[in-house]
């Protein structure tokens, strides 16, 4: 069994030197034509481009006061803003999505701006589109009521559960503001607990996160 | 922090699409065949893509291109079943021919065709794609030993076969 260890025909483009292996090469060493290669990888290219679904574009912001933020967009608004998450948790996100994660810093620059000024004190909203289509219509509804509370302001869950019709969904109005997957621009930081509390925050940003943004925005707790 | 980044599948098509494209082109001896197989295999890596973490993407794509082969090689089983049967009927006639055609590139290519598929895998593999044995095993899925042992015995049945010819 040795012995095919130490042909060294068998090696990579060694040269042959008995006749079986003269005639192996003549069958097999030059393979396809470097023309045919290049028609059938155009071909899985075409295959592949009408399977991979819309593109959604990402890249890593650094340099904002809360650290370094994924942030991911697709043609029809920001997608996703991660902290702390690594690149291929990202892409998992939005392979789930549907879509086809694409690194970009060009395609995402507009959005990170506006984010990055944003966490600099810039008082201008942050009035960039986003794209929550893939959201349940409850989280939706949340979502863009959320939206609507001004810079410097602050709501309660139960507020937000009053003002889309449902006051008794408190708890799952928490339940998708923890899930808010575009953290700062859909601004859950500004939802706190009726007590005054910041309210059971986990997810995507935690207290003390939503402590300094709510800070930098003016409001001031006793 | 360690983070390690899968590279965007679409560069798995430039870096390995040619050289698998060679591969079935090798296994399968038709063109068409290997490029259809090729899309096959690419669809199939990518939707595996997402949930897989190999050590190797080369045999890993190495590995669904096998399977992928097969797969249709079974689903044209009985065509090519009929094909040799017809060739055994008239393979009286043809043993002189086949005595001067011996070691020829397409004798060596029907004999290559003949073997067993690990076997047949194994040869293409590791001489003409030049995969380590690592790799040909992590691509046909079994152990290192066995992808020399597979190795082994497709030159072993070769070199079997044409020297019987040269004993008539």
């Given at each position: ?70 942030i991911a967009v697709g043609e029809q608004g920001l997608l996703t803003i991660e902290y ?139 | ?168």
């Amino acid at each position: 069994m040795t012995k095919a260890n130490t042909n060294p025909w068998l090696e990579h483009n060694a040269s042959a030197s008995t006749p079986l292996e003269h005639a192996l090469d003549a069958a097999y060493a030059a393979g396809p034509s470097a023309a045919t290669i290049e028609r059938a990888q155009a071909a899985v290219r075409q295959t592949l481009a009408t399977q991979a679904g819309p593109p959604m574009y990402y890249d890593l912001v650094q340099d904002t006061p809360l650290g370094p933020l994924w942030i991911a967009v697709g043609e029809q608004g920001l997608l996703t803003i991660e902290y702390e998450s690594s690149e291929d948790s990202l892409r998992a996100y939005l392979h789930k999505l549907g879509g086809q994660p694409l690194r970009s810093s060009e395609r995402v620059a507009a959005a990170a701006e506006q984010v990055r000024l944003y966490l600099l004190g810039d008082t201008q909203a942050v009035e960039l589109a986003v794209d929550l289509s893939h959201l349940t219509p409850f989280q939706q509804r949340v979502l863009q009521e959320t939206r609507r509370v001004p810079r410097g302001q602050v709501r309660t869950y139960m507020q937000i559960a009053n003002s889309i019709g449902n006051p008794k969904a408190v708890r799952a109005v928490g339940q998708a503001l923890r899930h808010n997957p575009i953290p700062i621009v859909v601004p859950c930081h500004r939802v706190v607990a009726s007590d005054g509390t910041l309210g059971g925050y986990g997810g995507k940003m935690r207290d003390a996160r939503k402590l300094s943004l709510l800070k930098l925005e003016g409001v001031s707790f006793a | 922090m360690l983070v390690t980044t899968k590279p965007d599948f679409e560069t798995l098509v430039d870096a390995y699409g040619g050289e698998l494209f060679g591969y079935l082109w090798r296994l399968l001896g038709d063109e068409t065949e290997a490029e259809d197989c090729l899309q096959d295999s690419y669809l199939r890596a990518y939707k595996a893509y997402p949930r897989t973490e190999p050590d190797n993407l080369r045999a890993w794509l190495y590995k669904i291109a096998t399977n992928t082969a097969r797969t249709r090689q079974q689903r044209n089983g009985r065509q090519q079943h009929t094909e040799l049967n017809e060739e055994h009927a008239s393979g009286e006639m043809r043993v002189e021919t086949q005595v001067l055609q011996r070691l020829n590139a397409e004798a060596v290519k029907a004999a290559v065709g003949r073997l067993p598929r690990q076997q047949q895998a194994a040869l293409l593999l590791r001489k003409y794609q030049g995969l380590a044995y690592g790799e040909v095993a992590a691509a046909l899925g079994c152990s290192e030993q066995a992808a020399r042992a597979h190795v082994y015995q497709a030159l072993k049945k070769l070199r079997a076969q044409f020297s019987e010819e040269d004993d008539d």
